[in-house]
């Protein structure tokens, strides 16, 4: 089994900045690509930033140039800093990876999530 843990989120007035990280744990024998996401009430979940093993990233147009996708192999461990927050960033923002364990007769990847951490921006 694997877990994937947010933390970070938090009530933030406009321009102001927060880092999400996200740790994964369990059975895990790699950890492919990763992403964040968001979901605004009454809205569908949105794809924010991806980050590959190998560190090349992607991000939604809304957030370019103000949140940067890191992640720590290491430690397995991922991060988001949001810079020059506005009220439309406010949400609930998900950890995704797609991770490799091994099952019986070699390996196996599946899709995970996190249980999601609340950033509200407002003043």
């Known amino acids: 089994q694997v877990q994937l843990v947010e933390s970070g989120g938090d009530l933030v007035q406009p321009g102001g900045s927060l880092r999400l990280s996200c740790a994964a744990s369990?059975?895990?024998?790699?950890?492919?690509?990763m992403g964040w996401y968001r979901q605004a009430p009454g809205e569908q979940r949105e794809l924010v930033a991806e980050?590959?093993?190998?560190?090349?990233?992607n991000y939604a147009d809304s957030v370019k140039g103000r949140f940067t996708i890191s992640r720590n192999n290491g430690r397995n461990m991922l991060y988001l800093q949001m810079n020059s927050l506005k009220p439309e960033d406010t949400a609930v923002y998900y950890c995704?990876?797609?991770?490799?364990?091994?099952?019986?007769?070699?390996?196996?990847?599946?899709?995970?999530w996190g249980q999601g951490t609340q950033v509200t921006v407002s003043s």
């Open positions: 369990g059975s895990i024998f790699s950890i492919n690509a």
């Open positions: 995704n990876a797609e991770v490799t364990i091994v099952v019986t007769g070699g390996w196996q990847e599946y899709g995970y």
């Open positions: 980050i590959t093993r190998g560190g090349r990233t």
